[in-house]
């Protein structure tokens, strides 16, 4: 979970509007961060310039006394192996910085000219200066690019109005993450695949499908399409340079909003799953039904705003926000996912035992399955946190090209867990005796007339099934996660677990 609030990515790039003020003595920096260079992106990915071009004009408000003062403004345009020290390298003013190679850096300088006179609120006399600015930098190797504005000599504020754009060999996408684009387009694949084998199961057995299935088929609804919109989102984005905040284009906010649902459903399908709805038993206690139904509503909530948060944030191009991870607004939903987590690992842990109690021992199969995949993928993905908490400390070296992995790798456990529930719960000929039945104890004495083709009650696999009561009694309220048992100690094993 601590990974969760590592992963936001710092600034994106594309085409953003600028509408800043130039402080007295001090410059004004963007950064792109990472960028790859003209014509030598990422492998598999279109070729073509890179570049960081400026476009707008800045203004002055000069004291009449201070007429034709000797300023002008100055871009500075910066690449630097060891981005963390980008500002310390930026020269003070009409001046390249050392020790950088001169194709890694360029000065862009334009001298304001008067516009007009006019009187401030405090009643001061001040004359109007404005200079255009449009320069290009083409960047022809990969590395940490800044972007900074002054007024030389810095004796005056300046306001600035414009656009940046940053521009990768491949489209407008920032370098470090241009990894979005073909994780997504794989994802989109790899959800229609299984949704198509799901619904497929689902109309060849469509006799035996039980509500379950049903949610099993919605969430994999949701995640196809929000995979879909995403890569829709990003590929308008990174062809056309559409800021991806604010206010929200149409296709992120279709995006985020199948996304918030899909993060949602999946943990409360899973959770349903655990409690063991649909095979161990056909519903679910009133009482758990209302706590998962208030949990699932607060994760909604919290999921929204650390997403918008998120999404604001990374925003923001200017290089003192670059770092900054909005921690306070992932409070809520890290909280949540803790309490859903906690009360999937109980309720797992419970029906295994149950199960195993009863020598349920073809159901007990099919949580032992899941158990050891969800156990499988929290144990990589504590070690990749261990990893990308060691990078953010500077114990690990992470490439830059690959960062975009920190960020994909809760989908890729998202996705892996869905898949191993539509597996393992796919609707079959016997999914109806699977709820709405009891196995018989493996220690029956007469366990050797399971199976066969005489047993009409057995099912693939000889596990033989016995009929529950045709009206299934209330669920006792004092039972483990609503698993009654007091049924099975009287000897109507039969009825209830």
């Given at each position: 979970?601590?990974?969760?609030?590592?992963?936001?990515?710092?600034?994106?790039?594309?085409?953003?509007?600028?509408?800043?003020?130039?402080?007295?003595?001090?410059?004004?920096?963007?950064?792109?961060?990472?960028?790859?260079?003209?014509?030598?992106g990422p492998e598999m990915m279109p070729q073509g310039e890179a570049f960081i071009q400026v476009d707008g004009r800045v203004t002055y408000e000069v004291p009449k006394l201070d007429?034709?003062?000797?300023?002008?403004?100055?871009?500075?345009?910066?690449?630097?192996?060891?981005?963390?020290?980008?500002?310390?390298?930026?020269?003070?003013?009409?001046?390249?910085?050392?020790?950088?190679?001169?194709?890694?850096?360029?000065?862009?300088?334009?001298?304001?000219?008067?516009?007009?006179?006019?009187?401030?609120?405090?009643?001061?006399?001040?004359?109007?200066?404005?200079?255009?600015?449009?320069?290009?930098?083409?960047?022809?190797?990969?590395?940490?690019?800044?972007?900074?504005?002054?007024?030389?000599?810095?004796?005056?504020?300046?306001?600035?109005?414009?656009?940046?754009?940053?521009?990768?060999?491949?489209?407008?996408?920032?370098?470090?993450?241009?990894?979005?684009?073909?994780?997504?387009?794989?994802?989109?694949?790899?959800?229609?695949?299984?949704?198509?084998?799901?619904?497929?199961?689902?109309?060849?057995?469509?006799?035996?499908?039980?509500?379950?299935?049903?949610?099993?088929?919605?969430?994999?609804?949701?995640?196809?399409?929000?995979?879909?919109?995403?890569?829709?989102?990003?590929?308008?984005?990174?062809?056309?340079?559409?800021?991806?905040?604010?206010?929200?284009?149409?296709?992120?906010?279709?995006?985020?909003?199948?996304?918030?649902?899909?993060?949602?459903?999946?943990?409360?399908?899973?959770?349903?799953?655990?409690?063991?709805?649909?095979?161990?038993?056909?519903?679910?206690?009133?009482?758990?039904?209302?706590?998962?139904?208030?949990?699932?509503?607060?994760?909604?909530?919290?999921?929204?705003?650390?997403?918008?948060?998120?999404?604001?944030?990374?925003?923001?191009?200017?290089?003192?926000?670059?770092?900054?991870?909005?921690?306070?607004?992932?409070?809520?939903?890290?909280?949540?996912?803790?309490?859903?987590?906690?009360?999937?690992?109980?309720?797992?842990?419970?029906?295994?035992?149950?199960?195993?109690?009863?020598?349920?021992?073809?159901?007990?199969?099919?949580?032992?399955?899941?158990?050891?995949?969800?156990?499988?993928?929290?144990?990589?993905?504590?070690?990749?946190?261990?990893?990308?908490?060691?990078?953010?400390?500077?114990?690990?070296?992470?490439?830059?090209?690959?960062?975009?992995?920190?960020?994909?790798?809760?989908?890729?456990?998202?996705?892996?867990?869905?898949?191993?529930?539509?597996?393992?719960?796919?609707?079959?000929?016997?999914?109806?005796?699977?709820?709405?039945?009891?196995?018989?104890?493996?220690?029956?004495?007469?366990?050797?007339?399971?199976?066969?083709?005489?047993?009409?009650?057995?099912?693939?696999?000889?596990?033989?099934?016995?009929?529950?009561?045709?009206?299934?009694?209330?669920?006792?309220?004092?039972?483990?996660?609503?698993?009654?048992?007091?049924?099975?100690?009287?000897?109507?094993?039969?009825?209830?677990?």
């Amino acid at each position: 979970l601590l990974a969760l609030a590592l992963w936001a990515p710092s600034a994106w790039a594309f085409k953003y509007r600028l509408h800043d003020v130039v402080d007295v003595d001090k410059q004004l920096i963007f950064t792109e961060r990472h960028m790859f260079g003209t014509n030598a992106g990422p492998e598999m990915m279109p070729q073509g310039e890179a570049f960081i071009q400026v476009d707008g004009r800045v203004t002055y408000e000069v004291p009449k006394l201070d007429a034709h003062p000797a300023i002008n403004v100055s871009i500075m345009f910066l690449g630097l192996d060891d981005g963390e020290g980008s500002e310390k390298a930026m020269p003070l003013c009409d001046e390249l910085a050392e020790g950088v190679p001169s194709f890694m850096q360029d000065l862009y300088r334009s001298r304001p000219e008067p516009v007009g006179d006019m009187t401030l609120e405090d009643g001061t006399q001040v004359t109007q200066y404005k200079a255009h600015i449009h320069h290009k930098f083409r960047v022809q190797q990969k590395s940490w690019y800044s972007v900074a504005f002054r007024t030389c000599p810095g004796l005056y504020k300046a306001k600035l109005v414009g656009e940046i754009t940053f521009r990768n060999p491949y489209g407008y996408l920032p370098g470090m993450f241009y990894g979005y684009l073909p994780f997504e387009a794989t994802r989109m694949i790899a959800f229609l695949l299984l949704g198509a084998m799901f619904l497929y199961f689902t109309l060849r057995h469509s006799d035996s499908v039980l509500p379950l299935h049903h949610g099993i088929l919605a969430v994999l609804a949701i995640a196809e399409v929000e995979s879909i919109t995403w890569f829709i989102a990003y590929t308008v984005m990174n062809k056309t340079g559409q800021v991806y905040c604010c206010p929200f284009p149409p296709e992120v906010i279709a995006a985020m909003s199948f996304e918030i649902l899909r993060r949602t459903f999946s943990r409360t399908l899973l959770l349903l799953v655990c409690l063991g709805y649909g095979i161990v038993r056909p519903k679910i206690h009133s009482v758990e039904m209302a706590a998962v139904v208030i949990l699932t509503g607060l994760y909604l909530l919290a999921s929204t705003v650390d997403v918008v948060s998120q999404i604001v944030t990374e925003s923001n191009v200017h290089s003192e926000a670059a770092d900054d991870v909005p921690l306070g607004w992932q409070v809520p939903v890290l909280f949540m996912d803790i309490i859903f987590l906690s009360w999937i690992y109980l309720a797992l842990s419970s029906t295994v035992r149950i199960l195993g109690e009863y020598q349920q021992t073809y159901k007990l199969l099919m949580y032992k399955r899941l158990a050891a995949v969800i156990g499988a993928f929290v144990a990589l993905f504590s070690l990749l946190t261990v990893l990308m908490l060691g990078y953010r400390a500077g114990w690990v070296s992470w490439p830059w090209e690959w960062v975009w992995v920190q960020a994909v790798l809760w989908e890729i456990l998202n996705f892996g867990v869905l898949a191993a529930v539509s597996f393992i719960w796919r609707p079959s000929d016997t999914s109806k005796m699977l709820s709405y039945m009891s196995q018989l104890p493996t220690t029956d004495p007469d366990d050797d007339m399971a199976g066969g083709p005489d047993n009409p009650w057995a099912d693939d696999d000889g596990v033989e099934m016995q009929r529950r009561f045709d009206e299934l009694p209330a669920l006792d309220d004092d039972s483990e996660f609503g698993l009654g048992e007091s049924g099975a100690r009287d000897g109507h094993g039969a009825d209830e677990y």
